[in-house]
T-cell receptor, first 115, second 111 residues
Framework: DTGVSQNPRHKITKRGQNVTFRCDPI?????LYWYRQTLGQGPEFLTY????????KSRLLSDRFSAERPKGSFSTLEIQRTEQGDSAMYLC?????????????FGPGTRLLVL | LAKTTQPISMDSYEGQEVNITCSHN???????ITWYQQFPSQGPRFIIQ?????VTNEVASLFIPADRKSSTLSLPRVSLSDTAVYYC????????????WGAGTKLIIKP
């Protein structure tokens, strides 16, 4: 399968713990996105990378959240000192920008539950 | 950034054609209209994208009137497996990070 993969698929943690999620994009894609989605809502943009450079980050994103994409391949999203409000589905998407067009391909998501 | 308005939910029956309309009154000249489908516990999946008139692919058609202030996603002969949430997005197709995702339309197909 050459689609976007995310690990783990589910994570349960206690409030105050740190968690890290991994995303492996489609291999030739140069852009990688992280989104958060809560029940009944559409995805909310968190941040994105073009190759290894983090180009945009949501102003609403807490400084407890950090993302990396070393070498422009896989990416990790870390949440420090988790709070119950962080419980959500975390989605990763990748895309290949060609000219003025790009189409995002989403992974299956990581569902986080903070107790 | 153009915002969109679409029905919260719709019901239909197997074998019917389903049309979901999205309003985007503030669409900009460079904006494209993109539709995604999302099943429970999965990431969204790209369905179709268009700029004006009509676009058709193997799963859907997209109708866009001349003023581009709305668009209609048409799903021919739906099946139970088409039950999902459908999102309409408007924006520069080269700047996906600026797309604003609404709550989408929850489509339920009945037998």
């Amino acid at each position: 399968d050459t689609g976007v993969s995310q690990n783990p698929r589910h994570k349960i943690t206690k409030r105050g713990q740190n968690v890290t999620f991994r995303c492996d994009p489609i291999s030739e894609h140069n852009r990688l996105y992280w989104y958060r989605q809560t029940l009944g809502q559409g995805p909310e943009f968190l941040t994105y990378f073009q190759n290894e450079a983090q180009l945009e980050k949501s102003r609403l994103l807490s400084d407890r959240f950090s993302a990396e994409r070393p070498k422009g391949s896989f990416s990790t999203l870390e949440i420090q000192r988790t709070e119950q409000g962080d419980s959500a589905m975390y989605l990763c998407a990748s895309s290949l920008r060609t000219g003025s067009q790009e189409t995002q391909y989403f992974g299956p998501g990581t569902r986080l539950l903070v107790l | 950034l153009a915002k969109t308005t679409q029905p919260i939910s719709m019901d239909s029956y197997e074998g019917q054609e389903v049309n979901i309309t999205c309003s985007h009154n503030n669409i900009a000249t460079n904006d494209y209209i993109t539709w995604y489908q999302q099943f429970p516990s999965q990431g969204p999946r790209f369905i179709i994208q268009g700029y004006k008139t009509k676009v058709t692919n193997e799963v859907a058609s997209l109708f866009i009137p001349a003023d581009r202030k709305s668009s209609t996603l048409s799903l021919p002969r739906v099946s139970l497996s088409d039950t999902a949430v459908y999102y309409c997005l408007v924006g520069d197709r080269g700047s996906n990070y600026q797309l604003i995702w609404g709550a989408g339309t929850k489509l339920i197909i009945k037998p």
